[in-house]
Every structure is written in structure tokens, then in C-alpha cells.
């Protein structure tokens, strides 16, 4: 078949071999998988980025990145991501994590070409960089740049990663649907008991957990009042600009 590499058609055509006694044994087959296989996977994806480094040198050069940055960072998109409350910036982050990579090609060159020390992350001045060529009068506003750096920089490291540049992005570009938030929920929500409790989300914050953060997040969708945020509640902070805006305590 078209796309299936020497490799694989070796290991498919050994290990089914009509005769018991042609076929790889176990060891053999595990021998070619370590020693061929992923070598030869590992080489080609090596390719891949020096391609893709390549490409967006010469995009960058040509502008053609400066003019996909303004076509997909609004920046009014990002500002209000920025409102949004700690809740549904992670539940936004966590359904980053479940997109396809031709969801998000796009995005990724943006993100690979604003990240020009090649970190893997967007600092605050490369951040400014990018602002720049969006929107340079907004830019050059006091304190601009510096409020949707923090607004985005969700775990204060300094540094924007790849999940939370998307998880700033995917609203503006369509990429929120109901099987995407399902799955974000039930990402939050390991145990499948139905709803995001406090534990949930001490374990997503990991070594930032703060408890009176963790309780302010809980109440962003605590519609109920029950001390816990099931998919119904989920789905309204997501959906219902109002409850976006302040919350459920904001409703009450």
C-alpha cells in the first residue's frame, strides 16, 4: 500500500508467513521493530522537521508567515481567552491535547516560527515579536503584551508551551466541538465518576496545585452548588457567554 515503509512491509510479510516454522520468532520480530524499525521512523521524522524548518525560514523570509499570523491571531480572539477563568482555560487545554496534527498545521508553523530561539516555547519577547506584525499600534500599548503573556502563560513558568498557545487559538479557529469537550471532560475526569471534583484537578495542576485556586475553579462552574462541575455545568461555562464571562458565582 502507498505510504507503508520497507520496514513495516518486512515485518508484516515475516510474521505472516504460512509455515509456523518460516515465521520470526517473538525475539526476532521485537529485534527488527528495535533495531530497524523505529531507527528508520526516527530518521524519517528527523527529515521531516528539517523540512519544516527549512519551509518556514523560507516563509518567514518571503512573509508569507507574517501573513498567516494576521489572518489567524485576532487579536481580540486572544484578549479574550485571556478573560476567560483558570476552569475553562484548562478544560480548553486539555482538549488541545486530543487535536490531529492536520487540525493544527497551521497553528503549529505560527507557533514554530514566533519561537525563533527554537526553546519549544514563546517567551515574552518573542510574544512582543509576533504582536508586532499582528497589530503593531495595540503592541505598543503599556502593559498589552504583558497582560496577554500572563493570560496565556497559564502555569507561570515564563514560557508559553505548544498546549497553551493552542488552547488560546482553538476557539477562534472553530476547533471547539462537543466530542472534543467530551473527551477533554473525561481526560479531567480519570476516574469516569461522572464530574470534575477538587482531586481532579490537584492532579492536572500537579506541582501548582493551590487549593484556593482549585476551589475558585471548581466554583467558575459550580451551577449547582454541589462542589462539583459535571459535563451539563461544563457545558454551559463553555457555551453560555454569560457564565463565561464571571462564572457561576456570577450567576447566582
Not at 504460512?18 to 517473538?26: F, V
Not at 482531586?199 to 492536572?204: F, N, V, Y
Amino acid at each position: 500500500g502507498r505510504g507503508i515503509s520497507q520496514e513495516a512491509r518486512v515485518f508484516v510479510r515475516t510474521c505472516l508467513k504460512r509455515l509456523p516454522q518460516d515465521r520470526w520468532t517473538a525475539v526476532a520480530a521485537l529485534d527488527h521493530i528495535q533495531d530497524v524499525w523505529i531507527p528508520a521512523i526516527a530518521e524519517d521524522q528527523e527529515d521531516a522537521t528539517d523540512v519544516l524548518d527549512r519551509s518556514i525560514s523560507r516563509r518567514r523570509k518571503n512573509g508569507k508567515i507574517d501573513a498567516d499570523l494576521k489572518a489567524t491571531i485576532v487579536v481580540q480572539d486572544v484578549e479574550r481567552f485571556c478573560r476567560h477563568g483558570r476552569l475553562k482555560k484548562t478544560v480548553l487545554q486539555a482538549m488541545s491535547y486530543s487535536l490531529a496534527a492536520s487540525d493544527v498545521g497551521r497553528l503549529r508553523e505560527i507557533f514554530l516560527a514566533a519561537d525563533r530561539t527554537g526553546t519549544g516555547t514563546i517567551n515574552a519577547q518573542e510574544l512582543r515579536a509576533a504582536f508586532e506584525r499582528v497589530d503593531p499600534a495595540g503592541a505598543g500599548q503599556h502593559g498589552f503584551v504583558a497582560g496577554v503573556f500572563e493570560g496565556v502563560d497559564q502555569d507561570g513558568t515564563g514560557q508559553i508551551h505548544y498546549a497553551e498557545f493552542l488552547a488560546a487559538l482553538v476557539e477562534s479557529q472553530g476547533l471547539v466541538t462537543m466530542e472534543r469537550l467530551a473527551e477533554a471532560f473525561d481526560r479531567i475526569d480519570s476516574e469516569g465518576k461522572g464530574y470534575i471534583s477538587h482531586g481532579d484537578l490537584k492532579r492536572i495542576l500537579g506541582r501548582d496545585y493551590n487549593k484556593e485556586v482549585v476551589d475558585e475553579m471548581i466554583k467558575e462552574a459550580d451551577f449547582k452548588n454541589n462542589g462539583q462541575v459535571d459535563y451539563e455545568e461544563l457545558l454551559r461555562l463553555m457555551f453560555d457567554e454569560d457564565a463565561g464571562a464571571g462564572g457561576a458565582a456570577a450567576l447566582k
